[in-house]
């Protein structure tokens, strides 16, 4: 079973919809992490969370919200979608401390029409 | 600007062939630097990482080297397979803050072709 678990692994949808993500993971890692990759553009961070009670915005939180149900689960949420948010979106986990690499998911590949 | 790029851009090289895959970066304070490796349809996986002090690290057939005088990293992957087609990112850190400050450069996709 993988680690860190995405769903769904593609989604189409309309312009104005509401979207949701997800992400859950059974590594035990405090800090989990929302990202979206573009063709060309390296991953952007969207939002982050270093604990079920602390959430942060990234450099591109616009259009976007997230939600930390538990410990191990991390849901982001486009509230009314517009085609510029079709992208692949990935969802990643660390551990809280030392040098140690973030674990990504599989991600979710987003279309907006 | 904080920011991290790579070169090249693509690259196709033959089965058994080394390559050397290019990351530049323009990014204060340093912390460290890690390459990823991102199979298709894959999320990324960590190869390696670099800190400050640190000029030289392998991982199998994988060496990357860092320069941070020149604030310059390579990748070095020696005898390809054809497993090792994929995307590799240069990943930088910044500062010793809490805050998770991590640049990830666009990628260099690797083909390697029988």
């Known amino acids: 079973d993988a680690d860190v678990t995405q769903t769904p692994r593609n989604r189409i949808t309309k312009t104005g919809k509401r979207i949701m993500l997800e992400c859950s993971q059974t590594?035990?890692?405090?800090?989990m992490y929302w990202y979206r990759q573009d063709p060309g553009l390296g991953l952007r961070l969207i939002y982050y969370?270093?604990?079920?009670?602390?959430?942060n915005k990234g450099e591109i939180s616009d259009g976007y919200s997230v939600s930390r149900q538990a410990q191990a689960k991390f849901s982001l949420s486009l509230e009314s979608a517009i085609p510029n948010q079709t992208a692949l979106y990935f969802c990643a986990t660390r551990r809280g401390w030392g040098n140690q690499p973030q674990h990504f998911g599989d991600g979710t590949r987003l279309s907006i029409l | 600007k904080n920011q991290v790029e790579q070169s090249p851009q693509s690259l196709i090289i033959l089965e058994g062939k080394n390559c050397t895959l290019q990351?530049?970066?323009?990014?204060?304070?340093?912390?460290?630097l890690r390459w990823y490796k991102q199979d298709t349809g894959r999320g990324p996986v960590s190869l390696t990482i670099m800190t400050f002090s640190e000029n030289t690290k392998s991982n199998g057939r994988y060496t990357a080297t860092l320069d941070a005088d020149t604030k310059q990293s390579s990748l070095h992957i020696t005898a390809s397979q054809l497993s090792d087609s994929a995307s590799y990112i240069c990943?930088?850190?910044?500062?010793?803050?809490?805050?998770?400050?991590?640049?990830f450069g666009p990628g260099t996709s690797l083909s390697v072709i029988p």
């Open positions: 990351c530049n970066y323009t990014v204060s304070p340093f912390s460290n």
């Open positions: 969370s270093f604990d079920v009670k602390d959430i």
């Open positions: 990943v930088v850190s910044a500062g010793e803050t809490s805050y998770d400050k991590v640049i």
């Open positions: 590594k035990g890692h405090d800090r």
